[in-house]
């Protein structure tokens, strides 16, 4: 019977080295994995607004605040939805990551008054007009009133 198992006695130190190698890469693979995981390169913004649109919503705070909310920076997708279940994410996927400058809202009722959109330099390029162009489309469409503002 010790005949039996003489092939493989001979073959246990390889084998206890290759399960500990087997063992070690793992333990490396999941500490590295952490490390990834904990790799987070963000920090704070100074501000959600650009130094222009805080001059404007000084302005719009000057004129409508004691009627409306304010709201700087509201996504698109938050103000509209698409009313086609079928190609829902065909839809949503056009308007999810653009978002308002500025949304007013009724203080009493909580219901979206106006949005306004500032146009600086950038928005003379074709895409920023494209993208102007389909959002005017998209509020007009669902009956929420946009201004396009130059300042």
């Known amino acids: 019977?010790?005949?039996?198992?003489?092939?493989?006695?001979?073959?246990?130190?390889?084998?206890?080295?290759?399960?500990?190698?087997?063992?070690?890469?793992?333990?490396l693979k999941r500490a590295l994995k952490a490390n990834k995981d904990s790799y987070l390169p963000y920090e704070k913004t100074h501000s959600i607004m650009t130094p222009s649109e805080q001059k404007y919503f000084r302005q719009l705070e000057q004129q409508y605040a004691q009627n409306y909310y304010i709201f700087p920076q509201v996504k698109l997708d938050k103000l509209v939805k698409t009313t086609d279940q079928k190609n829902f994410y065909t839809h949503w996927n056009k308007i999810n990551k653009k978002s308002i400058d500025?949304?007013?809202?009724?203080?009493?009722?909580?219901?979206?008054?106006?949005l306004i959109e500032l146009n600086d330099f950038t928005h003379k390029q074709s895409r920023r007009a494209d993208r102007d162009s389909f959002i005017a489309k998209v509020c007009e469409n669902a009956g929420i009133a946009i201004e396009f503002k130059v300042f």
């Open 1 to 27: 019977m010790s005949d039996l198992f003489q092939p493989l006695i001979s073959l246990f130190p390889y084998l206890l080295a290759l399960f500990t190698i087997a063992v070690l890469f793992r333990l």
């Open 102 to 114: 500025f949304v007013l809202v009724d203080k009493n009722t909580l219901e979206t008054v106006q």
